[in-house]
């Protein structure tokens, strides 16, 4: 076999490994400090913003302690990854395909709060929003993807979230509608909607501007995960029927929705949660 195509192999065995059982494949060299054992750890330093993939922290005692110990610390490429993942998306540069669970949410009427509100509260506002859905995103083993505009899209694999990833996905869900205000005592600080899907897309790192890497996940339904965001009401929860069976959803009480999405040529199914 040619170099290149060994070379290509290579990338989306690690990637195809890593992603599945959450750790790196033998062949591939990586610090003790990436195998999946110590994942709660880093996971329960203190604190956020902490990197997308491996969660290790930046700020705080754990930020302290990556650097120092374990010479980890946010990446000057990428804000959203530490050095080490950062070098392990330029090094395998690609990726693979398989079945993930996908949520996105975001802030409904964004551009009439903004009207209203001075560009540093309106700033204050949506970094308190970012940092809140990552948050739990972080704590159910989720990785997040982007944090862009008023839209926080993050997706759980199974070697990080395990086999049950769409119940993960819901769990989340659910966390982050409670963390906003939705289905408490209080009363909801952010309009947010919601969309939840369960399908095979294509996870590994991109190339931007500067030859700077990104983590991105591609393909129809990551199209479909948005297209369900953007029709999900203040406080609701929209959730494909591909994510109901993958997680065995209880929808006693709960609607049905015939969509027509935009691009889309088939009509797609949905649940309504409303949290509101």
Not at 171 to 197: C, D, F, H, R, V
Request: proline content about 5%; overall charge neutral; aromatic content about 10%.
């Amino acid at each position: 076999m040619a170099e290149k195509e060994l070379t290509e192999s290579l990338i989306k065995h690690a990637w195809h490994t890593y992603l599945t059982t959450g750790n790196l494949p033998p062949e591939v060299n990586s610090p003790w400090y990436e195998r999946k054992f110590f994942r709660p750890f880093f996971k329960r330093l203190p604190e956020s913003p902490r990197c997308s993939i491996c969660y290790i922290p930046f700020e705080g005692i754990g930020g302290n302690f990556s650097r120092i110990f374990l010479r980890v610390e946010r990446s000057r490429l990428n804000p959203h990854l530490c050095n080490n993942c950062e070098r392990f998306a330029t090094e395998f540069h690609g990726g693979t395909e398989l079945e993930i669970s996908m949520l996105f949410v975001d802030v409904r009427g964004s551009t009439t709060i903004a009207e209203n509100t001075s560009p540093e509260d309106f700033g204050k506002l949506i970094k308190k929003f970012y940092r809140t859905a990552a948050e739990v995103f972080y704590k159910n083993y989720g990785l997040v993807e982007k944090l862009v505009g008023d839209e926080v899209a993050g997706f759980f694999v199974p070697g990080f979230a395990g086999k049950a990833h769409a119940k993960a996905a819901l769990e989340t869900g659910k966390q982050i509608m409670a963390a906003l205000g939705y289905g408490t005592s209080s009363k909801p600080w952010i309009p947010a909607g919601m969309g939840i899907n369960t399908g095979v897309a294509y996870v590994g790192s991109v190339h931007t501007e500067g030859d700077v890497s990104d983590i991105a996940i591609l393909g129809d339904a990551v199209n479909t995960t948005a297209r369900l965001t953007s029709q999900a009401n203040p406080g609701e929860i929209l959730i494909s029927d591909t994510t109901r069976q993958a997680a065995n959803l209880d929808i006693t009480g709960m609607k049905s929705k015939t969509l027509k999405l935009k691009g889309k040529s088939q009509d797609i199914i949905a649940w309504t949660l409303s949290m509101a």
